[in-house]
């Protein structure tokens, strides 16, 4: 059975523009890198990294009608991460052109969220709950 969650893998058409993205916008540390495929990690305490994978290179590896490399797919799966404070990281991440659906907002429960999109509209929602 399933021993550990090894990677996010994104299905994208430009390796290179998103792992930019996510290695100089994000922060996230680029760990390899090639025309087809980039894998990043999160921060110093390990765990499961970004896995960024070609749509034309994965069409080759499992049957092109189930990857759909020229279909522009509806969005319904999102990363939710969790940081310090969900206002600072919007300013800070708005400031470097990233694309806010909207901002920050609060839940009823009082968890503050916003969510933005990478270049080419994987989905991330970042949030904390206040402290006090």
């Known amino acids: 059975m399933i021993d550990h969650l090894n ?3 994104l ?3 430009d390796v290179r523009k998103c792992m930019e ?3 100089d916008v994000l922060g996230l540390e680029l760990k390899e890198s090639s025309a087809t495929f980039a894998y990043l990690t999160f921060g110093k305490k390990g765990g499961p990294g970004v896995a960024l994978v070609s749509a034309q290179g994965l069409a080759k590896e499992i049957p092109k009608d189930r990857v759909r490399p020229d279909e522009h797919l509806l969005q319904r799966n999102y990363f939710a991460v969790f940081l310090e404070d969900a206002d600072k990281a919007y300013e800070e991440l708005r400031q470097k ?8 907002a ?8 916003a969510f933005f999109e990478d270049p080419e509209g994987n989905l991330w929602e970042i949030s904390h ?3 006090g």
């Open 21 to 23: 993205f996510y290695r």
């Open 129 to 131: 709950f206040p402290k």
């Open 106 to 113: 609060t839940r009823s429960d009082g968890q503050r969220y």
């Open 7 to 9: 990677a996010y893998a």
């Open 11 to 13: 299905t994208v058409r």
């Open 97 to 104: 052109g990233v694309h806010f659906l909207q901002a920050p």
